[in-house]
């Protein structure tokens, strides 16, 4: 199984809302990533989580909450957005951080298309 | 600072040949990847190189050039569907991946 999931696919929110993205991998791998993908720009890197713990957070806002319950999982919990922060979210996946080479290239899940109304 | 530069755009015709440049300037290298992404959806991984020299994989081939900071992915006999954006992307000293703005890729009939 070659495959990160993310749910939902698309999701549509108000300011005042609270919800969730939701990201899982069953490669064993141990690094976790969540990006930030504007249109026509390339994936901004938000978050990375080493062995379930934080290990990168690229100065991201409060109102974007990692959670790592355990190594085949990655949420983002969002609140108070703003309209700015629609965008297309990645979670990405490889076999561990602080490595070179071959095997460990990022595996992208379908991404969740958010829209902040 | 880091920087990764590639073309913003090419056109290429159906069954030609074309050659992705990529330039880049990081604080340490371990290693250059491509990804190919398709509108709406993830990057998916093509390439991968950290020592100088050419790696083919199918149609797809991507030289490494690390004295000079030049990488470059090229494709053969293209088809309709490698219409997409390719991705050059450097793993820095602190193995965090560094992006380009990506080359978006037109294949005409």
């Known amino acids: 199984d070659t495959e990160v999931t993310q749910t939902p696919k698309h999701l549509v929110m108000g300011m005042t809302n609270k919800k969730s993205l939701k990201c899982e991998q069953h490669m064993g791998h141990r690094a976790m990533y969540w990006y930030k993908q504007k249109a026509k720009k390339p994936p901004e890197l938000m978050f990375v989580y080493s062995y379930e713990k934080l290990s990168i957070n690229e100065s991201v806002p409060s109102r974007f909450s990692p959670e790592c319950p355990n190594s085949s999982l990655l949420n983002l919990h969002l609140h108070a957005l703003q309209p700015e922060d629609s965008a297309l979210y990645l979670c990405?996946?490889?076999?561990?951080?602080?490595?070179?080479?071959?095997?460990?290239?990022?595996?992208f899940g379908p991404g969740t298309r958010l829209t902040v109304l | 600072g880091q920087n990764i530069d590639q073309p913003t755009e090419m056109t290429a015709t159906e069954g030609a040949i074309v050659q992705i440049n990529c330039t880049y300037q990081?604080?340490?290298?371990?290693?250059l990847f491509w990804y190919q992404q398709h509108a709406g959806e993830a990057p998916t991984f093509l390439s991968y190189?950290?020592l100088d020299g050419l790696e083919e994989k199918g149609r797809f081939s991507s030289f490494l050039s690390r004295s000079k900071g030049y990488s470059y992915l090229l494709l053969k006999e293209l088809q309709m569907k490698d219409s997409a954006s390719y991705l050059c992307a450097v793993m820095d000293s602190n193995y965090q991946l560094i992006w380009g703005a990506g080359t978006k890729l037109i294949i005409k009939p």
């Open positions: 190189n950290v």
């Open positions: 990081t604080s340490g290298f371990n290693g």
């Open positions: 990405a996946s490889s076999q561990d951080v602080l490595r070179t080479g071959t095997n460990n290239e990022q595996f």
